[in-house]
Structure formats: C-alpha cells, structure tokens
C-alpha cells in the first residue's frame, strides 16, 4: 500500500488573517477594558448591614451607669442600629472599590438572607430583657421599676430614629451621585468617587456648621437669656443692707440673673442657726455678682471685691470663692451645709460667666469659667495674702460640675505655694478636668478608678457616698478634696470607651454601678454619652446629683469646724435628702 502524502494547506489570505485577528481581539478584554472600576455601590438592602445594626441596637439595651427612660432609650438604639449599618455597609463599599475578591452571587444572596435573620433574632431576644435590664439599674438608685409600655415605646421611637437618619443618608448619597457622576466623564472613576465622596462631605458640614450648629447656637442663647433675666415670684428683693442686690448694695437686683437671685433670697438665716444651735450664731454672707452686673470678668471680680468689703466678708472665719454650673445655679446644700457647720461665720462669694446650660456653655464658651475663676481668684487673694495672717479668715474654693472644672482651672499653684489658700472642694468634676484627670491616672496601685487615693493624701483626696480616701491621715497646708460619684457619667466619660473597656468596670466595681453592666465596642461610650445627659435626672446621691448630707462630711473633713459626731448626726438629720 502506498502512503498518501496530505495536500498542502494553501496559506491563509491576508483578509482571513485579518478577520481571525479581529475575531480574537473582540474575545479578549482590552486592557482598559480589564482595569476599569466597578461601581462601589451598597445592595439596595444589606443583610450585614441589618447584622451589624442589629448588635448595636441590642448592645443598646444593656444597662449603664444611670436609667435611661423609653425615648433616650428608643433615641440611642435606633441611632446606634444606623451607625451599625452604615459601618457595615461603609466596609463592603470600600472592599469592592478596592476590587477584592467577592463570592459568587448565589452565595452572597445566602448570607444577606441568613445575616439579616440573625440579627432579627439577637432584637426580638434582647426585647425580652430590656425592662430586667433596666429595673437593675433603678434597683440600684432605689427608683421604681419601668413601666409596661416601655419596651413598645422604645422600639417604636428607634424605628423612627433609624427612618430619620436613613433618609439623611439618602439625601446625601443622592448628593454624591450628583457631584460623581459628571466627574466620570472626564476623570478615573476611582478619582471620581473620592472627589464625589469629599464634595458630599463638605457641603454636609458646611450645613451643619453654618446652619444647624449656628442656628441652634442663637436659639439657646436667646432661650436662656430670656430665662436668665425672669424675676420670679417667689424671690424677692432683700430688705437687709448688708445683703447682695438690696438698696444699698453695690450690685442691683435686676442684674443678679435668675439663679443668682434664688442664691441670695434662700440665704440661710441667723434665726435658721440660732434654732438649730440654740445659742449665739452669725449671720452668714453670700455675695453674688451676675452675668449683667458688669462686663468682662476683672470688672465683675472687682465688683464682688467692692462688694465683699462693703458687707464685711473677710470678717467672717470662712470664705469661699464659689463659680456656679453654667446657668449660674448654686447648690443649696453645699453651701448651707458649711453656713451650719460654723454657725454662721461664712461668707462666700460667687461670679456668673454663663446662663447656658453647662454641656452648652463647654462648648460654645469654653473658656468663660476659667477667665471668669481667674479673676475672681487673683483679685481675692492679693487682697487677702495683704491681711494678716492670725486676723484672715481661711480661703477655700468650691464648684460643681462646671463650676469645678472653671474653679480647677484657675488655680495656678506656683503662683499660691508660697501662701497657699486652705482648701478646695470640687464637686462632679467633669472628665476634661485636668487636675483631676492626672490624679485619677496616677492614682496609687490597686486605688480603684472611681474612688482614687493619690500618693498619702497630704494634699489631694476623692471621697464618695460612703468613703473619703487616706481618712483619719494628717492633711498638709493645702487640702483639695474631689466628690465624685462613681454612677457619674459626666466625671467618668472618655473618649477611650469606644476601645477600650474602663478601669471603673473592673471589679470591685463603685456601690451605684450595676454589675449587669458590660463594656461593648463604640457602644458603650454613645451609652455613657447619653448618661451624661441623664445624670441630673436621678435621686439625690447618684449620678450628677450631689446629696447635702454628704457635703457635711466633706467640710468636716476640709474645714475642721467645732462639732461634736452628735452635732454631725443633727444635721445630717436636717439636711436629709
């Protein structure tokens, strides 16, 4: 047989050449083709999202340092359900603009079903426990437990909350598509999405800035200024020349502003101590200069001085320089307390540099209550280190809240060291407090957080509901002692919570602080957040409210009165909250 000899293959003409190659060319991707950006867009409806939203919303629930009624309740989880989503969402957006590897779409579709499914589970499970969760909390203050209706209203007002603040991110993803998508056409989509994501963020803050934060700036201004000049009924002009506002006295009535007036018409009276010590008492002084009695804060310290002189307040045995809460208010029963301990022989002076709320005051006047304290503290005391030292009358220094973190700030201690003043009582010092911060860090080891000894207590101390530190211990020329609650959000919040867990969680934990209370991830510092605004709405004794029958045993331990521990049991008894 003979072997055949295939035909040759005739070669290929240059217009099939052509054609194979621009067959080939239109199967294979172009480069370009292969390096463009797919949209970096969320799913309509993420199941992660709903995940994630759903822990927050249940970590929510969870106690805190005080109760939190059905609407800061329903506020902070639906707040806190949007913040989860949009975390979640925010992480798949960047990953596909990163162009990471993504599963098939069959098994994504799987998990958005069974992540959304869970997290429905994690808020009807923690829906159970949301009243025992906070009748824990109540349990611990002695308040009654929460209402039937609490749990249904806190679910409703997150459901709206969340609406609201997804139809705010609505708006602006729509203003980023806006800005993005002309860019597109003649920039890199990647280019785009940045510059788009950069213009939707700017004109968001300049709204925010430059009309809510300003608006609501001359709202609150203009509210508590109203509020601030309204003379009350109730308080009356005093007739006595010696007291702060009468026709004699160099500061006039009408510019005391509101809480100064109640200060000064609620003064404890000689009657007052002549009956509780039945036997020879002073009358006590207060003076009070308002936010309208002069106009920067040296000309208001001078006139408190002209003032002090007038009336005789370096005659008594005690003074204080007092700076009041960002209203202005002064508590009662710190004050009071001290006029009793020492039968009268106390006068104490305080200047306004704020009728706002103190939160507001912070951060639309920062610095009024230290200009304010310095002034005050500077003019006082160059009169008083001029007096002689046997024939003076001790100086101390007092604030809550505000008051204490103005009062702390005014104080430069080499500029007193030679001649220190005697003491100095800060109430509810709020946690940008500088000195009570360092205190606080460097406390001695195993000094728990919330009630911290520092070094031997010569010099600075911290007490609470049941106990002052180094107690019994000598003092030295210069005593500073800190009231603090450990259930006090408003001296405990930092900025660290959303990392980190606080050493005031750690066991033992302070007597007010539930143990239910756990630490969770950005969670827990928007709870303490809220707190903060909660604080005032306890009983008296927990949180940001400072009982009188405490401030007792703080000016016993300060000012070294003479009484007697039954003298102490009768007047706790008297200012029994």
Known sequence: MTATTPPPVPPASPSAATSAAGTSAAAAPSPSAAATVRPARPPAISGSGILLGSLFFAASLTPSLVPRSAEMQ???????????????????????????????????????????????????????????????????????PVEETHTPLVLAIAGATATALFALVWLMRRLFRLIKWPLERVITPRLAFVLGLAGASGAALLVVDGLVIRTT????????????????????????????????????????GRDGRRFIDRRTTEADL????????????????????????????????????????FDRDVLVLALPTGTGFMDPGAIATLEYLHRGSVSTVAVQYSYMQSPFSLIFEPDAGTETGRALL????????????????????????LGAYSSERSVRLYEVVGDPFNGALW????????????????????????????????????????????????????????????SDAIVFF??????????????????????????????????VAADMMLATHVPRGYGHEYAASRYIDAWVTLTDPDVTPADIARLKARFDD
């Not at 806190?80 to 599963?103: C, K, M, N, T």
């Open 427 to 486: 109430a509810g010092p709020p946690f940008v407090s500088p000195i009570h911060h360092d205190v606080t860090m460097n406390r001695n080891p195993g000094s728990p957080m919330w009630l911290p000894a520092f070094e031997n207590g010569a010099v600075v101390r911290t007490m609470n509901q049941e106990t002052i530190t180094s107690d019994g211990e000598p003092w030295g020329p210069l005593r500073i002692l800190y009231f603090q609650h450990a």
């Open 494 to 527: 930092d900025y660290t919570l959303f990392w980190r867990r606080p050493d005031w969680l750690v066991a033992p934990r302070g007597p007010d602080v539930t143990d239910t209370m756990r630490w969770w991830p950005i969670v827990t510092a928007l709870q």
């Open 378 to 401: 500077s003019t006082v005391y160059d009169h008083w280190t001029q007096m002689p030292r046997e024939s003076r009358p001790r100086l101390y220094l007092y604030g809550l809240s």
């Open 74 to 144: 329903g506020l902070l989880g639906g707040a806190l359900f949007a913040i989860g989503y949009a975390i979640a969402v925010s992480i798949l957006i960047a990953w596909r603009w990163l162009q990471l590897y993504e599963p098939p779409r069959r098994y994504s579709r799987r998990w958005a079903l069974a992540a959304a499914v869970i997290g429905i589970a994690v808020v009807a499970l923690t829906l159970t426990r949301v009243a025992d969760w906070q009748d824990a909390v109540r349990a611990v203050m002695a308040m009654p």
């Open 274 to 313: 002549a009956a509780f010590w039945n036997g020879p008492v002073s009358a006590p002084l207060r003076v009070y200069v308002g936010l309208g009695s002069a106009d920067e804060p040296k000309e208001r310290a001078e006139l408190a001085l002209a003032e002090m002189l007038r009336t005789g307040a």
């Open 217 to 256: 700036f001359e709202m609150l201004d203009r509210s508590y200024a109203a509020l601030d000049t309204l003379i009350e009924p109730d308080t009356a002009k005093p007739a006595d020349p010696s007291a702060t506002g009468s026709a004699a006295s160099l500061v006039p009535w009408g510019t005391l």
